[in-house]
């Protein structure tokens, strides 16, 4: 075990310190906690151990919304370089300021703010990697800042309300199929890891979460040729129903561009490949 590991081990149980202060989670912050520790370092060593590593030594990590801390204790028993949280919650900045003096500042930076005004890719460190119990209120506006700046990271471990996950990770032809699953698909390698019942949170969501892991793809998809991904597909799937001959009609040449592709007009947006919309949106 390593010495970070040992420290954190001595805590005081999450039940005790959450009962101690009397944290009762707060809808608005999107609170709903994880206490038991088991899950915690179950999706720390899944994680990594999908990514071929052994643990985060020599890496930096960064946690959205550490809340009472469960995750945050499995990621600092996983040793990393350095682990930055971001809490908007003064409640639970004050129990990261009981873990950093233990840890020390060197190992436990706290951010007190709002994750969505952070720029991740810009602060110091490399590999980065983001683990996040995430708010379900802001996941996607989060997750799709983190995509455009993908190769500012080496990994994103992230819970989702599972219906989210289904979004991220679904296939062509599938009524889930949409923006999101073109631009994570395109941009990362996305491995489901597994899913939560709400019963092990505190208070219990009505639905399943999911945790799923990010990788950047190898290949670099230039900000302008993402943001025209992001065009094509809200036009697309803003008329869902309708083939793209409708859809994408205000789309110079289209006709010929799909020519070029292969791309038959009487395709609908959710029988297009993240593939295809790529590389209709590098001829435009
Ligand atoms: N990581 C903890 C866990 O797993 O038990 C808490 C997860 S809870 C689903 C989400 C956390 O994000 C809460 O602690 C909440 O206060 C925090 N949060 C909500 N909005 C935030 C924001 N805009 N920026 C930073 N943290 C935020």
């Known amino acids: ?154 990994s994103l471990t992230l819970m989702f309300q599972k219906e989210v996950a289904d979004r991220i990770t679904a296939p062509i032809n599938t009524k889930d199929y949409g923006r999101i699953s073109i631009l994570s698909q395109l941009l990362c390698k996305v491995e489901r890891l597994f899913d939560i019942n709400p019963n092990c949170f505190v208070p219990a969501p009505k639905i399943w979460s999911t945790v799923v892991l990010f990788r950047p793809s190898e290949r670099t998809i230039a900000p302008d040729v993402i943001a025209k991904i992001e065009k094509l597909a809200a036009m697309a799937f803003g008329q869902r129903r309708k083939m793209i001959r409708q859809s994408l009609k205000s789309v110079p040449d289209l006709e010929t561009k799909c020519g070029q592709l292969g791309l038959d007009l009487t395709l609908r947006a959710e029988q297009i490949t993240p593939q295809q919309y790529l590389q209709l949106a590098e001829l435009l």
């Open 1 to 154: 075990m390593t010495e970070l590991a040992g420290l954190i081990n001595s805590l005081p149980s999450l039940r005790d310190t959450v009962e101690a202060r009397g944290l009762m989670a707060k809808k608005a912050l999107g609170q709903n906690f994880l206490l038991d520790r088991n899950i915690t370092d179950k999706i720390i060593r899944t994680s990594l151990e999908h990514q071929n590593k052994s643990s985060f030594a020599g890496e930096y990590v960064f946690e959205v919304g550490p809340g009472p801390g469960g995750l945050t204790r499995s990621v600092l028993a996983s040793a990393p370089e350095k682990l930055t949280v971001v809490e908007m919650d003064e409640r639970c900045i004050d129990i990261m300021r009981e873990i950093q003096s233990l840890v020390g500042e060197q190992h436990l930076q706290i951010i007190n703010g709002d994750a969505l005004k952070q720029d991740f890719a810009a602060f110091d460190g490399s590999p980065k990697n983001i683990v996040s119990n995430l708010p379900y209120n802001i996941s996607v506006p989060l997750l799709i800042g983190w995509l455009k700046n993908i190769k500012a990271f080496d």
